[in-house]
C-alpha cells in the first residue's frame, strides 16, 4: 500500500458551509476537513492546503488555474480536493492536463456541521480512492467513485451521473 503522504486541497462549497440564524443564510467558514479527518482517526500522512472559501457557481477560471496551479507545483502525487459539487466537474476537467497525479474530489449536499450530511463518508471515500487509483482525476460522491471526466451532477435527483 502507498503510504505516500497526501496533499488536501479545500476550496470551499457546500461541506464547509455553517448556517447563521442570524442572518438565516447558510456561509463558507473555516474548514472542517482536519477536524473531520481528526474525528475519524485518520493516521496516514497529508497536508491541508485551504486555498479559498466560494460556493463552486462563484469560481472563476482564475480561481480553476489557481487550483490547477496548487496540484501541479506540489510535491504530493496523491490529491484530494473538496469542491462545491455544482461545478465539480467542471474543475476536474481543467486538472486533466497534470501527469503523474492522482487527484480526487469530494464534496458534500449537506454541511458537514450537520449531524445527517454525506460529508464525512466522501471525504472518507475520496482519501482512499487518493491511495488506490490510477493517475487521473476521480470524483468520489453517492458512495461511488466517477471518471472525473465521464461524470455530471444530475441537480434534481441530487447525484452524480456518469455520462
Given at each position: 500500500?502507498?503510504?505516500?503522504?497526501?496533499?488536501?486541497?479545500?476550496?470551499?462549497?457546500?461541506?464547509?458551509?455553517?448556517?447563521?440564524?442570524?442572518?438565516?443564510?447558510?456561509?463558507?467558514?473555516?474548514?472542517?476537513?482536519?477536524?473531520?479527518?481528526?474525528?475519524?482517526?485518520?493516521?496516514?500522512?497529508?497536508?491541508?492546503?485551504?486555498?479559498?472559501?466560494?460556493?463552486?457557481?462563484e469560481?472563476?477560471?482564475?480561481?480553476?488555474?489557481?487550483?490547477?496551479?496548487?496540484?501541479?507545483?506540489?510535491?504530493?502525487?496523491?490529491?484530494?480536493?473538496?469542491?462545491?459539487?455544482?461545478?465539480?466537474?467542471?474543475?476536474?476537467?481543467?486538472?486533466?492536463?497534470?501527469p503523474?497525479?492522482?487527484?480526487?474530489?469530494?464534496?458534500?449536499?449537506?454541511?458537514?456541521?450537520?449531524?445527517?450530511?454525506?460529508?464525512?463518508?466522501?471525504?472518507?471515500m475520496?482519501?482512499?480512492?487518493?491511495?488506490?487509483?490510477?493517475?487521473?482525476?476521480?470524483?468520489?460522491?453517492?458512495?461511488?467513485?466517477?471518471?472525473?471526466?465521464?461524470?455530471?451532477?444530475?441537480?434534481?435527483?441530487?447525484?452524480?451521473?456518469?455520462?
Amino acid at each position: 500500500m502507498d503510504r505516500s503522504p497526501i496533499l488536501i486541497v479545500t476550496t470551499g462549497g457546500t461541506i464547509d458551509k455553517q448556517y447563521f440564524d442570524a442572518l438565516s443564510e447558510y456561509q463558507i467558514t473555516e474548514s472542517v476537513i482536519e477536524k473531520l479527518l481528526a474525528t475519524a482517526r485518520v493516521t496516514h500522512p497529508f497536508r491541508v492546503i485551504e486555498l479559498m472559501r466560494k460556493d463552486s457557481l462563484e469560481l472563476t477560471d482564475d480561481d480553476r488555474a489557481l487550483i490547477a496551479a496548487t496540484v501541479a507545483n506540489a510535491p504530493e502525487r496523491r490529491v484530494v480536493i473538496t469542491h462545491g459539487t455544482d461545478t465539480m466537474a467542471e474543475t476536474a476537467k481543467t486538472l486533466a492536463h497534470i501527469p503523474g497525479k492522482t487527484v480526487v474530489f469530494a464534496g458534500a449536499l449537506a454541511p458537514a456541521r450537520f449531524a445527517e450530511s454525506d460529508a464525512a463518508f466522501n471525504l472518507g471515500m475520496a482519501f482512499a480512492c487518493c491511495q488506490t487509483a490510477a493517475p487521473g482525476v476521480w470524483i468520489t460522491m453517492n458512495g461511488s467513485v466517477f471518471d472525473g471526466l465521464k461524470v455530471r451532477k444530475d441537480r434534481e435527483a441530487g447525484t452524480f451521473v456518469e455520462i
